[in-house]
C-alpha cells in the first residue's frame, strides 16, 4: 500500500529532496523548460503532493535561488584563490560562468522569469528576495577584494545582471540584436564589467 502519513521529518526531507530537484534540472535544461511533473516524478511524488509543498512552480524556483547561492560563493571563492589565474582572469571567468549558467550548473532566470516571478510574490517575500540578493552580490564582492557597500552592490548586482539577462535574451526575447554577434557582445560586457571592478577595487578596498 502507498504510504499516506509522513511525519515532518519525512515532510522536510521532501521538501528539501524537490528543492534540490528543481535546481538540478533548472540549471542543467533552464527555467522556461523544467516543468512541475519533471521535477515531483524525479523525486517520487505525485503531482497533488507536489502543491502541498510549494502552492506554484514559482514558489519551489524562488527557493532553489536561495539555495543555490552558497554554491555560487563557493564557485567565486575557489576561483579567486586558484594560483593558476590572475585577479582579472578569475573574475572574468567568474562573470563567464553566470553568463552561461547552462554549462556551469547555475541557474539564471530570464526577463520573462523574472517578471512572472515577482508577479506572484508578496510584498514580503519580495523584501526578502531582495536582501537575500544584496547579501549573496556583496559577498561575491568582498571575494573580489572590494568593498561591499550598498553603491557598489547595486551597481554590481545591475551589470552582471543585464549580462546574464542579454545572453539569455538574444534571439527570442531581443529579436532586433544580430545573435551571430551574441557570444561577443557577452564578451565585451564582461571585459567592461572587470574594467569597472578593477577601478572600484582600487577605489574601495575590502580591508578584510
Not at 553568463?99 to 506572484?120: D, S
Request: aromatic share 10%; hydrophobic share 40%; glycine share 4%.
Amino acid at each position: 500500500m502507498p504510504k499516506v502519513a509522513y511525519t515532518e521529518e519525512d515532510r522536510e526531507r521532501i521538501r528539501t529532496s524537490l528543492i534540490s530537484a528543481g535546481l538540478e534540472l533548472m540549471a542543467k535544461q533552464g527555467i522556461q523548460h523544467t516543468t512541475v511533473e519533471q521535477i515531483y516524478r524525479k523525486v517520487g511524488i505525485s503531482r497533488t503532493f507536489f502543491y502541498s509543498f510549494f502552492p506554484t512552480k514559482e514558489d519551489l524556483i524562488v527557493e532553489a535561488l536561495y539555495l543555490q547561492q552558497p554554491k555560487i560563493i563557493e564557485h567565486v571563492r575557489k576561483l579567486m584563490a586558484d594560483p593558476t589565474l590572475g585577479w582579472r582572469d578569475a573574475v572574468k571567468q567568474f562573470l563567464h560562468s553566470c553568463c552561461y549558467g547552462e554549462k556551469y550548473g547555475i541557474a539564471v532566470l530570464t526577463i520573462e522569469e523574472q517578471q512572472l516571478i515577482f508577479r506572484r510574490l508578496s510584498e514580503e517575500s519580495y523584501q526578502l528576495f531582495r536582501e537575500k540578493q544584496a547579501h549573496l552580490f556583496g559577498q561575491i564582492l568582498e571575494s573580489f577584494g572590494i568593498k561591499a557597500d550598498t553603491a557598489n552592490i547595486n551597481l554590481f548586482t545591475n551589470l552582471s545582471l543585464t549580462a546574464m539577462i542579454i545572453r539569455r535574451a538574444i534571439p527570442d526575447t531581443l529579436p532586433l540584436f544580430v545573435p551571430e554577434a551574441a557570444d561577443e557582445t557577452i564578451h565585451f560586457q564582461i571585459n567592461a564589467i572587470v574594467d569597472a571592478l578593477e577601478i572600484l577595487k582600487e577605489q574601495n578596498p575590502c580591508l578584510r
